[in-house]
Each structure stands twice: as structure tokens, then as C-alpha cells.
């Protein structure tokens, strides 16, 4: 079965960026001059991914507001002559088909993508966590969705994203046990969450990209809930592992961390420097800021 549907859970309060979210969803934060919700709707589409269910709670209706039509400012731009706008507007609309569905209290991750299971059926289906944007790739660059449908096409396991990390930063990622090798992937033994650096199985570390079969839905509701009452994720990829098998895929491109402030500032500034209409401009002034700061300016 090709797999079409993505699930973008964006229920979190994102405390991190209060109190520029006290009352917009962080997901709606401009990174550049988009939403950061735009570039992973963006990723999905270019993996062929046109079914989207993204994953609300209460105060987010402008997640809604902004995959829908704004008959009112199309019409505006269109009377003002600022056509290119106009259709960039309309165009949001238009990448592909929308569900919402909210998560109505703070149960975990787990539970988000488990409110997905009514949705997806008994499709196979793509995770796409919102703090994490994989631009478009460039040059030689893979294409991390893309790799991700191939390596399941051709083995009929669960595949979920993982990218080297150096060893100090395993204590923020779900870490990988890794088994046997394969061409850009190894087979997923085990995976720990946020493990303290003595105790990290591998420095192969979950980068918010998961394709699940729907064999994930009854792991994880049979999956315990852990520390603050939530279900983790990971406990239901690691049953998964054991009764279905898992494979971890090593991606070589850019993920770029938007959920904590410097991450996010760093994100902002490699999004703009791959701008056509920005890059050129913002990386000679960029360069010159970097150099007056050497000269003690």
C-alpha cells in the first residue's frame, strides 16, 4: 500500500518560547517568513505525502486559519496588482487535503500519534514532529522522506529517521540500539530515551521522522505511561522493534532544530541563506557582522 498520510502532532504548549507564545501556537512562530509548520507540511508534500492529519489543542485554531483560504486578502492583493502574493497565499491552501483532530489533554507523544489511528485506517503513515524542518534538498542532498517510503517499499518494516549526534547531546534525543547494517540504515534493537552519556547505546540519535505501519497503534496503547503521566513514543517503537521489526535510517541532510531559542536562531539564519531572493545579500552582511564582531565591534 503507497503510503500518502502524514500525522503532524501540534498540541504542545511550547513553554521555551513564551511569552512570544502565550498567545499564537509555536508552531505558527515565522522562521524566515513562513510558519514553521509550512516547511514540514512542504517536506510532506514533496515526499508525495498529500493527506495531512495535524494534531491540535485548544488555542490553535490558527494552525486551521492558515491551511484555509483568505478569500478577503486574495481579493485584496488581487485589486492592489500584487499578484505573486495573491497566489502564494492561495497556494497554502492548496498543497493538500487537511484534518484536524485535537488532543484534549497533555497525555504525551504517544498519545498524539494515537489519536491518528481513526484517520489513517490501516494505511501505512509518516510522523512528522514540527520542531525539526528538513529544508529542500539541494545539490546531492537526500531526500530524508523519500528514503524513508523506499527502505519501507522494499523491506515492510517501520523506518524512523536518525542522524549521528555527538556524544555530550545524548542526553536530548531518543537514542538508538543499533543491529545489523544495511546501505544507509541498520536494524533498530532497542532505543532509549534521553539517556545520560555513560549510558547511550550508540550516538544515533531519533530526529522527528517516523514511518509506521499501523502495527504502532496497538503498540502503543498497550504501552504504560511513564514519568508526568504521559506515553512515550519511544516505548512503542521499542515494542514494535521486538514484534515487528524497525529500521533506523541515517540521514546524511540537514534537520534543523527549531524548538529551542539558539537552535531555532541558527535554523533561521541557514533557511535564509538558501533563499534565491535572500541568500546572496544576508550572507555578505553576515559576513561582515561576523567579521566586526572579530574586530571587537
Known amino acids: 500500500m503507497g503510503v500518502r498520510k502524514a500525522v503532524i502532532p501540534a498540541a504542545g504548549l511550547g513553554t521555551r518560547f513564551l ?12 522562521v524566515v517568513d ?14 508525495g505525502l498529500d493527506d495531512i492529519l495535524v494534531v491540535t489543542s485548544r488555542g490553535k485554531s490558527t494552525l486551521e486559519d492558515h491551511f484555509d483560504r483568505s ?5 485584496h492583493l488581487e485589486r492592489t496588482g500584487k499578484t505573486e502574493l495573491m497566489e502564494e497565499v492561495r497556494r497554502i491552501a492548496e498543497l493538500a487535503n487537511f484534518h484536524y483532530v485535537r488532543q484534549k489533554e497533555p497525555l504525551g507523544f504517544g498519545h498524539a500519534v494515537l489519536l ?6 490501516a494505511s501505512p503513515f509518516v510522523v512528522m514532529v514540527g520542531d525539526e524542518i528538513v529544508p529542500e534538498p539541494r545539490g546531492d542532498e537526500p531526500a530524508l522522506v523519500d528514503r524513508m517510503v523506499a ?3 522494499e523491506h515492510n518494516k517501520s523506518v524512523i ?3 549521528e549526534v555527538d556524544p555530550e547531546d545524548a542526553p536530548s534525543y531518543g537514542i538508538i540500539n543499533p543491529g545489523n547494517e544495511g546501505e544507509g540504515f541498520v536494524e533498530l534493537k532497542g532505543m532509549v530515551e534521553k539517556p545520560a552519556r555513560e549510558d547511550a547505546p550508540s550516538n544515533l540519535a531519533s530526529r522527528g521522522r517516523y514511518l509506521f505501519t499501523p502495527a504502532i497503534f496497538d503498540a502503543i496503547e498497550r504501552t504504560s505511561t511513564g514519568v508526568g503521566g504521559e506515553i512515550q513514543l519511544t516505548d512503542a517503537i521499542r515494542l514494535l522493534a521486538q514484534e515487528e521489526g524497525v529500521i533506523a535510517y541515517v540521514h546524511t541532510g540537514p534537520i534543523l532544530d527549531v524548538g529551542k531559542k539558539l537552535d531555532y536562531l541558527r535554523a533561521t539564519v541557514e533557511l535564509a541563506l538558501r533563499r534565491d531572493d535572500l541568500g546572496e545579500d544576508f550572507g555578505r552582511w553576515l559576513h561582515d557582522r561576523v567579521a566586526s564582531i572579530g574586530d571587537g565591534s
Open 161 to 163: 529517521a536518525v542522524q
Open 34 to 47: 513562513r510558519p514553521g509548520i509550512q516547511y514540514v507540511v512542504e517536506e510532506a508534500v514533496r515526499g
Open 116 to 121: 491518528g489511528k481513526e484517520h489513517v485506517g
Open 19 to 30: 511569552p512570544a507564545t502565550k498567545s499564537q501556537p509555536k508552531e505558527m512562530l515565522p
Open 71 to 75: 478569500l478577503e486578502l486574495e481579493h
Open 151 to 153: 527502505l519501507y517499499e
